[in-house]
């Protein structure tokens, strides 16, 4: 198991987003007079569930909407080639995404595909 992390200094450079089916990596989105959603933490009661052998990997998984566009935050461990957790409806992209992130060490990265039905997974 391989943990899937894209926190580091201060979390200023954790986030992948995506508006419709452009993806995009930068720091946390201001609210800049749109509407700024809460987080949702997966897990949590009420919220999706991981899945499989996935956990929380010293830190935390969440997602929220900001200004139309979903942000995603994952710090989880767990077997690869597997889905991580679904997001719930209107969440999702309306095209598959691939991203590759930082596996939370100074050299490593980690492939994770979010499927336009919500799926999270790591590749």
């Given amino acids: 198991m391989k943990p899937i992390t894209e926190p580091s200094q201060g979390r200023e450079n954790s986030y992948l987003g995506w508006s419709s089916n452009q993806l995009f990596r930068r720091p946390p989105a201001s609210s800049g007079g749109c509407n700024e959603g809460s987080w949702h933490y997966v897990g949590d009661p009420g919220e999706p569930a991981y899945e499989g052998d996935w956990q929380d990997n010293l830190s935390f998984t969440r997602f929220r909407t900001v200004c139309d ?8 461990t767990g077997t690869s080639g ?3 957790f679904t997001l719930p409806t209107g969440y999702a992209p309306s095209i598959s995404i691939y991203a590759i992130v930082g596996d939370g060490s100074s050299t490593g990265s980690h ?3 979010v499927y336009s039905d919500g799926t999270v997974n790591s590749l």
């Fill in 69 to 76: 566009e979903t942000e995603i935050e994952i710090s989880a």
């Fill in 82 to 84: 597997t889905v991580i």
């Fill in 111 to 113: 492939n994770v595909v």
